[in-house]
Nanobody
Framework: QVQLVESGGGSVQAGGSLRLSCATSGYWGATYCMGWFRQAPGKEREGVAA????????YYADSVKGRFTISQDNAKRTLYLQMNNLKPEDTAMYYC????????????WGSGYTYWGQGTQVTVSS
């Protein structure tokens, strides 16, 4: 059974940094795509970043390019999201998600995920 558990959220001032972690368990084979999503109150969930078994396949939402970095540690089976220069508009619940047996591709990295974590709250004050 696949499980995703996020951690690392918190409250910071604008310009600050946070690193989110997503610990994974369960088996899903050598091919996969994993992503970070966020949802602010009253807004739709949006994809933030994704990466997968193909290390060249890394994607970011335009709103976070240059500020956020997604990475993974296969030995620890953990996905990370380093968030720098945070802005108040980054305030949201952040979710980790996975879609096994699929590569991350540019046309679909923001959709089609099978497994989701419970979320971790990020609050950025001005």
């Amino acid at each position: 059974q696949v499980q995703l558990v996020e951690s690392g959220g918190g409250s910071v001032q604008a310009g600050g940094s946070l690193r989110l972690s997503c610990a994974t368990s369960g088996y899903w084979g050598a091919t996969y795509c994993m992503g970070w999503f966020r949802q602010a109150p009253g807004k739709e969930r949006e994809g933030v970043a994704a990466t997968g078994s193909g290390y060249w396949s890394t994607y970011y939402a335009d709103s976070v390019k240059g500020r956020f970095t997604i990475s993974q540690d296969n030995a620890k089976r953990t996905l990370y999201l380093q968030m720098n220069n945070l802005k108040p508009e980054d305030t949201a619940m952040y979710y980790c998600a996975a879609k096994p047996w699929q590569n991350c591709v540019s046309s679909s990295w923001g959709s089609g995920y099978t497994y989701w974590g419970q979320g971790t709250q990020v609050t950025v004050s001005s």
